[in-house]
Structures are given as structure tokens and as C-alpha cells.
T-cell receptor
């Protein structure tokens, strides 16, 4: 069965430090992977996607994600965290006509 | 401005009283869907629609109905709401076809069923 796991409920990072939000997946065939961000009282916003090509995908707000086929991972990264990056982050993988979502990771950036 | 608009944003109601949550998009998107978000469970799809008059069940369709009479609108109907439908609901839309277009989400509707 296709699935997505975000192993950390919460990640705490100091402002200016690099951040990583983890995502692993299980799919049959080629994975199509997404990251979305949810700010308080708002809907989800698309950050980036991996379809094919370079394993390092660049997205909005300075975020990037690294696709690793052997580890079946798609971790979200940013070189220098901002307090405004504090939000809920969701990883998703394409299933049949729909996305399969992870449970979300709360990212807290401390000044 | 491109957007997905949901109404109401907040609703407290009682068991069994029919309610409708409206969703409208102004991007001429073919694909629309409804999700519910519950802590620790992420997003779960309730229903989706590939185009006008074409709808299908998602992962958790029980207790919900939808219709897609016009391209821009995709209302979610709870005919007899129950407390286990208390949740945060999101409507989303995207372009259709085989390419994996990003979804655009509304700002959510928080439903409390007493």
C-alpha cells in the first residue's frame, strides 16, 4: 500500500540554523512527491514537488527538498531558518488520482 | 486574485441539523476536492470531482455528500451531522489532466457538531 510517514511531530530549530523536516514514502512505481506548508488559520500552500530529474528540488521561500530513492526519503531543507518559517508542514505522495498525505510536522523556529 | 473561497469559516451546530459548506474557485480548475484535517491524521480526502457532474469517493466519504453542477462550485453537504464530524475542512482545486498541478486550498471551515 502507498503511504507517507513524517516521523517527527515537531521540530525545533534556532533562527539562522539549518532545518530539516523528514519524510519517507512507500509507493509502487515512480514516486511523485510534494511538500505543502500550512500557516495558522490558513489553507495549505504548495512549496515544491519532485516528479523526475535532479534529486535536489528548489521551491518557494528558500526551501528545497532532497529526493533519495535508495532511502525512500524526501526531506525538506532550508539553509537558514527564519522565525516566519514556523508552521505545519505536510509531505504527500501521489496515489491514484489523489494525494496521500503525511500527518504533518510542526516546525518551530526560536529567535 | 486566484483563490478558493469557503463559507462559513466557523460553524457550531447540533447533531442532525443539515448543513452545507460552500466552496468556490475562480481559476477555472477542473479538479476539486474536500478534505478533513484531524490532529495526528493529516489530511484525509472525503470526495473529489474531476469535472462537472463527475464526483467520486475519497477515503472517508461516509456521512457526506457533494455535487458539482457548475465548474466553479463544489459544496459539501452533511445531511445529518454527528459529533464525529467535528473537524477542520478544506476545499482544494487544481488544473485537470495527467500533469501533477499543485492544489490551491481554501482557508478552511472549522465545524463543531454538538
Amino acid at each position: 500500500a502507498q503511504s507517507v510517514a513524517q516521523p517527527e511531530d515537531q521540530v525545533n530549530v534556532a533562527e539562522g540554523n539549518p532545518l530539516t523536516v523528514k519524510c519517507t514514502y512507500s509507493v509502487s512505481g515512480n514516486p511523485y512527491l510534494f511538500w505543502y506548508v500550512q500557516y495558522p488559520n490558513r489553507g495549505l500552500q504548495f512549496l515544491l514537488k519532485y516528479i523526475t530529474g535532479d534529486n535536489l528540488v528548489k521551491g518557494s521561500y528558500g526551501f528545497e527538498a532532497e529526493f533519495n530513492k535508495s532511502q525512500t526519503s524526501f526531506h525538506l531543507k532550508k539553509p537558514s531558518a527564519l522565525v516566519s518559517d514556523s508552521a505545519l508542514y505536510f509531505c504527500a505522495v501521489r496515489g491514484n488520482y489523489q494525494l496521500i498525505w503525511g500527518a504533518g510536522t510542526k516546525l518551530i523556529i526560536k529567535p | 486574485e486566484a483563490q478558493v473561497t469557503q463559507n462559513p469559516r466557523y460553524l457550531i451546530t447540533v447533531t442532525g441539523k443539515k448543513l452545507t459548506v460552500t466552496c468556490s474557485q475562480n481559476m477555472n480548475h477542473e479538479y476539486m476536492s474536500w478534505y478533513r484535517q484531524d490532529p495526528g491524521l493529516g489530511l484525509r480526502q472525503i470526495y473529489y470531482s474531476m469535472n462537472v457532474e463527475v464526483t467520486d469517493k475519497g477515503d472517508v466519504p461516509e456521512g457526506y455528500k457533494v455535487s458539482r453542477k457548475e465548474k466553479r462550485n463544489f459544496p459539501l453537504i452533511l445531511e445529518s451531522p454527528s459529533p464525529n464530524q467535528t473537524s477542520l475542512y478544506f476545499c482544494a482545486s487544481r488544473r485537470g489532466g495527467l500533469r501533477l498541478w499543485p492544489q490551491h486550498f481554501g482557508d478552511g471551515t472549522r465545524l463543531s457538531i454538538l
